[in-house]
């Protein structure tokens, strides 16, 4: 396969740093969501862990790693899930973490984030507002600076999620898979190309937050002046050069999904799998709901990724009407 900057013998190694609780999640065959979606569904559910997403597999090879170099901490920006997972790794670790946060993240993100210990600092503006801040408290601190998706630990922690899926029972010939800043899409999408390259790798973006699906088609970097997206995990502006260089080698395509098709798809999750899911992890659902004949017939997998959603907009979201018809 072309080459990424992940490194399959690493990504097994970090199975060993990686607490077993995050391991060997649940991967199922949903047969209640099929009637609905017309092809065959399979859930790997990432959010039956102590930080309700993937994330803690990136952060626990970062914590691991900073703590037997004695290195004792670490800042991160981060829209919510980041910030928890660092956290849980810090804390278990001994390592200081400090995370920052846009004022307009949601608050159970937030909260949970000081529950676990770690220092939040916010700033006003977006994500991007917060990835400058954290930048210049590293340097001025002199710590350990985490940037998502850059730092490989993210990209290859993700990535044993992928390895799980390859060495699962399940058959399946396509994957769609949330796109935020691209741990997720290159990490799976690096093991899939390896290991299972008849399976088609599909990478999913909000259309109210897709820089770097427009920069996967202009195979250069795009930034966007705003986002407007419910699913904040993936509200990015400025893709990263090299994951986008990954991206590049990794997915089949990218796609763009609208709001009301995100929303269809939690809604699903909730009435038909009993899942709570945040946006971002019915983005996979969203495609297929938007483009049906597409994956007709097809065995598809999807990563739930995340589950830390504020109740209320939850209950908006997924009640009414709307949801008796889903």
Request: charged content about 25%; proline content about 3%.
């Amino acid at each position: 396969m072309p080459r990424t900057r992940l490194d399959t013998g690493r990504i097994l190694a970090a199975r060993q740093l990686i607490d077993p609780v995050f391991l060997d999640t649940p991967f199922y065959r949903c047969e209640a969501l099929e009637p609905r979606l017309g092809c065959a569904v399979n859930i790997k559910l990432e959010t039956a862990n102590p930080v309700r997403s993937f994330k803690g597999r990136g952060t626990e090879v970062v914590a691991s790693l900073l703590a037997d170099a004695g290195r004792r901490a670490v800042v991160c920006a981060s829209a919510g899930n980041l910030g928890q997972a660092l956290a849980w790794s810090g804390r278990t670790r001994g390592v200081d973490v400090t995370v920052v946060a846009s004022r307009s993240a949601t608050t159970a993100k937030l909260d949970r984030i000081r529950a676990l210990g770690a220092t939040l600092e916010l700033v006003d503006g977006d994500h991007e507002s917060a990835r400058e801040r954290a930048a210049s408290l590293a340097r001025n601190a002199g710590i350990r600076l985490l940037e998502d998706s850059l730092d490989l630990e993210t990209c290859e922690g993700a990535a044993t999620i992928g390895w799980e899926l390859v060495n699962s029972r399940l058959p399946f010939d396509t994957v769609v898979l949330a796109l935020g800043g691209g741990a997720l899409a290159t990490g799976v999408g690096h093991v899939l190309k390896e290991l299972a390259p008849h399976v088609e790798v599909v990478c999913v973006q909000a259309l109210g937050a897709p820089a770097l699906a427009h920069s996967w088609r202009r195979r250069r970097v795009v930034t966007t002046a705003s986002t407007d997206t419910i699913a904040d995990g993936v509200a990015g502006r400025f893709p990263i050069p090299a994951v986008l260089e990954d991206l590049l080698l990794v997915a089949d395509d990218v796609v763009l999904v609208r709001e009301e098709s995100i929303v269809a798809g939690m809604r699903l999750l909730l009435h038909h799998a009993g899942l709570v899911v945040e946006p971002s992890a019915a983005l996979g659902l969203a495609a297929v709901i938007e483009d049906r004949d597409r994956f007709a017939g097809r065995s598809v997998a999807t990563v739930v990724c995340g589950s830390n959603v504020d109740m209320a907009a939850h209950r908006r979201w997924t009640g009414g009407a709307q949801a008796r018809e889903c």
